[in-house]
């Protein structure tokens, strides 16, 4: 049984990073076949694929997100990270982190669909990230 837990703060100033942690248990981030993605919902929107880091380190992004955000893990804590940079109200939503089973199908590149976000097997709960002054 894996699971995740998001943290960090709930509230960013306009222009500031949006930084968060995702704590895994019960699953190494270096297992084979497995990569870990950030997530978010914005209020009343669709899920969103932000970006994900494989077993090896690889990173991948969003293009919609690709020139301000940064996805790091730290296999000593178990944990990997998000910053989302120059941040503003229009990122304000319900951020998740979750794991998805390795497959070639896959599109890094283009984004990930929602048929591709379903393929996630374990979420965290998310956490409520507003960005306001």
């Known amino acids: 049984q894996v699971q995740l837990q998001e943290s960090g703060p709930g509230l960013v100033k306009p222009s500031k990073t949006l930084s968060l942690i995702c704590a895994v248990f019960?699953?190494?981030?270096?297992?084979?076949?497995?990569?870990w993605s950030w997530i978010r919902r914005p209020p009343g929107k669709d899920l969103e694929w932000l970006g994900s880091?494989?077993?090896?380190?690889?990173?991948y992004y969003s293009p919609s997100v690709k020139s301000r955000i940064s996805v790091w893990r730290d296999t000593s804590k178990n944990q990997f990270t998000l910053h989302l940079f120059s941040v503003t109200p229009e990122d304000t939503a319900i951020y998740y982190c979750?794991?998805?089973?390795?497959?070639?199908?896959?599109?890094?590149?283009?984004?990930?669909?929602?048929?591709?976000?379903?393929?996630?097997?374990?979420w965290g709960q998310g956490i409520q990230v507003t960005v306001s002054s």
């Open positions: 979750a794991r998805v089973p390795s497959d070639g199908a896959l599109t890094w590149n283009s984004g990930l669909g929602s048929e591709q976000l379903r393929l996630h097997d374990y």
């Open positions: 019960g699953g190494d981030l270096t297992t084979n076949d497995y990569y």
């Open positions: 880091i494989s077993y090896s380190g690889d990173v």
